[in-house]
């Protein structure tokens, strides 16, 4: 029995390495290779291009079968994840069983395992499904003009999917008759892979199987929400993971943009999985974005736990960074004597990190400070995602003094800035330098406390 596992991706990081790694400790038994997209500008890194099994797939490789790409904006092989494993099964049909894994997906499961058991049972497909009504489904359109829509289409997530060859050249012939027939009848739809993928085994009456049948659970496998490599590292169960990325804009964006399981999500936040997850990813800016979202602002037994434990497992560097608990609020603050909507929250004890959430001051606007009596000196620090903050502070009661502003250090895209501040003033004005400022954070701290020592 010759088994393949095909690792699809347009692109290589660290993240991708791990996964592809990963992969290879559990291929025992078969040919791993790598299915490369080289119209996506990237490369594959050595050693890697030396020593394993390269598969490239060209679009042009898929316009010469005369393939149909999709429907606009969509097209390409995110939106046709059976293009890459068609091309492949064409060039390789000697083997009787694939594997197609994206390379966001963490294997921690023998693929000849789930092979072999194909094979005892003569299994066809394995995938995951998804079982939403066709009119809950947000590509139920492509299928107009090729399946009935009245009645239900199977779909699934084929992030990792187990194909026999029978199974894998069906979907390559169906596609290729799809392909005719959108020509000819100059049909404006065309269906997504993930039912195609699916639906068309079932149609032709062979056997399939569900992913979760094969692991012992499927706790972090999902289209979102993205999760990191230390989240995935200590699985002690035979599984598969996905999405698994680095802390990216993908990864933000999946967390703190899309509310669905993910780390502002309120279930999530009420059940304690995103204060457990947060304590695990140890980052500032990922407990800087959790503490100031929805949810947890809602009441303070969500937002005071998470506030205690980034004063406990953030590394030094961030800490210093913040410099303590924050001495000011939105009182103390004014923009020309006029209110301004976004002054409550970059006063906030972590940082804000949405550029909604953040204070823009044009050239003509100046921002007015009240400090309290105080009777040492303190550091007023301005987080800000503008590099070479363009601002500078002065001094309303000791003659206009001018203090300086310097970098006390950077976090990914938010850069901190401090001015010291001798015992003497009491209110200062920040003006802008020729040009906008944004302002993510003030805080004004006096380097004792800790951050939990902050009350709304």
Known sequence: MKLAILFKTHFWDEVVERNFLLCKRYSNGCDIFILFDPDAGSYIPEPHLSTERIFY?????????????????????????????????????????????????????????????MNDRAVDLIYDPQTQPNEQWSHLNGCVGYYDTNTYIHKGLFCVSFFSRRAAMHILRRRLEMSVQRRIHNLPAWPIGECVMVQEVFSAGMSISTLSSYCEDLPFYDWAPAYLPIEDDDLKIETFSHPITALNSKFISSN???????????????????????????????????????????????????????????????????????????????????????????????PQWCRKSACFLEVEDILYITLTPHDERLRLIFGSTQEDLPIYLTCTDLNGKIFPIKLRGTHRDMHFYEVELPMEVSSLKCVTNKCSVTINSIRLVDGSGRLNDWKK
């Not at 890459?84 to 966001?104: R, V």
């Not at 780390?263 to 304590?279: H, K, M, P, T, Y």
């Not at 506030?307 to 004014?334: P, Y």
Request: aromatic fraction near 14%; proline fraction near 4%; hydrophobic fraction near 40%.
């Open 57 to 117: 797939t060209p679009y042009d490789d898929i316009n010469k079968l005369g393939l149909e790409w999709g429907m606009q904006p969509w097209g390409g092989f995110w939106y046709n994840g059976d293009y890459q494993q068609n091309l492949f099964i064409m060039a390789h049909p000697e083997y009787d069983y694939i594997c197609a894994i994206e390379n966001d997906v963490a294997p921690h499961i023998s693929f000849a395992k789930i092979f072999q058991i």
């Open 256 to 350: 703190f943009d899309q509310d669905y399981h993910s780390l502002f999500s309120e279930f999530e936040v009420i059940s304690g999985i995103s204060r457990s997850r947060a304590r695990r990813i140890a980052d500032l800016e990922i407990y800087s974005r959790l503490f100031n979202s929805l949810h947890v602002q809602w009441a303070e037994d969500r937002w005071r736990p998470i506030l205690q434990d980034a004063d406990e497992v953030l590394d030094f560097k961030s800490i210093n960074l913040l410099g303590g608990r924050t001495l000011i609020n939105s009182d103390s603050l004014s923009i020309n004597k006029k209110s301004h909507y976004s002054i409550p929250l970059i006063v906030s004890p972590l």
